[in-house]
């Protein structure tokens, strides 16, 4: 264990992204030939290496480029049951539809908690191996008060970033009574899971619930303390993003389907719009439009989805990939939107840089520079981990 008065010096870093533009250069904060310290869980400095203050122990980065450690603001971890089927299906050509989600719900029920919680463990392992420090998950494949709340209780023994997802699909049980089900979300359900949760979320698109039914459900979290978070415009054109504004969610997440009053309503708020291509890729739909919303002057966040049904990837650095290559970013943009962007997204100034103060989260890269992220897709590049300071990878 690291003790607070030990600090760890990294030096010999080829190319340091801090996403402090008062540190170095560009909006990444870029500095050549750079050093950072770190004591305790916290960074303690970061800057040129021949400027660096002398340290307890040192590590030798050899040239090579260090990031932030990856900000996976949505995922669904927190599952049981295999999807392979759908996805093989769905690529020999069946549409995706929301209902594919009631296949983990029931895994998932019949699950114990053991179950769920050696899952949940093994993909945040896979995850952290990539280089993710911070990660979100969700409820709602429970679906149930006891389900739903267990799931939260797992997760937040993992993470502080837990989001009650009461409201993912009406399940089975409520088909011929939503309403009644909103009722639930709403009542006894919201009333077991927010001791549990930070967040609140609703999927609002055709097939699970509407606008009216996305505001009741996140007001009445609101009222419990919880703050909220859309799946909004993914599958279709749709009320969740000016939903999202009106209620100020810290975001609508997916954004596939944008009018262009609902860039201008992002651009003039402080929700991040989070762009998650795994889910399209996974679906082989339409790209969201990442240049769009940048040149508007949105906050913009990349993240996995990570789910079992429509992305079943834990990977940042492929999602990356997939946003330079394939949604107008460029290789800075998406690296900052995977860092800050989905710090941004969670409402938090202590991760997603490397700067004095935040917490000591950070990702050596087997490269010369963070673009290596794009430019060598699906190559294991992350060498080394640290979170909170300790060396994880
Ligand atoms: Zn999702």
Same mark, same amino acid.
């Given at each position: 264990m690291t003790t607070a008065a030990d600090t760890l010096l990294i030096t010999n870093i080829g190319s340091l992204v801090t996403n402090d533009p008062t540190v170095g250069e560009g909006p990444l904060g870029l500095v050549r030939d750079a050093a950072v310290v770190i004591e305790g869980e916290r960074i303690a400095w970061a800057g040129p290496a021949t400027a660096a203050p002398a340290a307890d122990t040192a590590y030798d980065a050899d040239g090579r480029a260090v990031i932030p450690g990856f900000v996976d603001s949505h995922s669904h971890l927190v599952f049981a049951g295999d999807r392979t089927e759908e996805f093989n299906a769905r690529m020999s050509g069946r549409p995706y539809s929301a209902g594919g989600i009631r296949t983990t719900v029931a895994a998932t029920r019949a699950a114990t908690d053991a179950e769920l919680e050696a899952n949940l463990t093994r993909y945040l392992r896979e995850a952290l191996r990539q280089g993710t420090t911070t990660f979100e998950t969700k409820s709602g494949y429970g679906l149930t008060v006891e389900d739903e709340a267990r799931a939260l209780r797992i997760a937040s023994a993992? +993470? !502080?970033?837990?989001t009650y997802l009461g409201a993912h699909i009406v399940p089975p049980d409520y088909a011929d009574d939503p309403a009644a089900y909103v009722a639930l979300v709403t009542g006894d359900m919201l009333d077991a899971c927010a001791p549990h949760a930070r967040w609140i979320d609703v999927f609002c698109e055709k097939g699970a619930f509407d606008g009216d039914q996305a505001r009741t459900i996140l007001t009445a979290g609101k009222a419990k303390g919880l703050h909220p978070r859309i799946h909004a415009n993914q599958l279709s054109y749709g009320p969740g993003v000016q939903l999202a504004v009106e209620l100020d969610a810290a975001s609508a997440d997916h954004c596939t389907h944008l009018t262009d009053e609902d860039v201008d309503a992002l651009a003039n708020s402080s929700t991040v719009a989070t762009l998650l291509p795994g889910a399209e890729f996974s679906t082989r739909a339409e790209w969201p439009n990442a240049r769009r919303l940048l040149d508007a002057g949105a906050t913009v966040a990349l993240s996995t989805d990570c789910n079992p049904g429509s992305s079943f +990837?834990? =990977?940042? /650095?492929f999602c990356i990939a997939l946003a330079v290559r394939d949604m107008g970013? $460029? /290789? !800075?943009? %998406? #690296?900052? =939107? %995977? $860092? &800050?962007?989905? &710090?941004? &997204? #969670?409402?938090? $100034?202590d991760i997603g840089r490397i700067t004095r103060g935040a917490y000591a989260d950070l990702a050596l890269l087997d490269a010369p520079s963070h673009v290596h992220l794009a430019y060598r897709p699906g190559v294991p590049l992350v060498s080394a981990v640290w979170r909170r300071g300790l060396r994880e990878v």
């Open positions: 993992h +993470t !502080d970033e837990v +990837t834990s =990977s940042v /650095p970013m $460029t /290789p !800075d943009e %998406a #690296l900052w =939107s %995977a $860092t &800050a962007g989905g &710090a941004a &997204a #969670l409402r938090r $100034t």
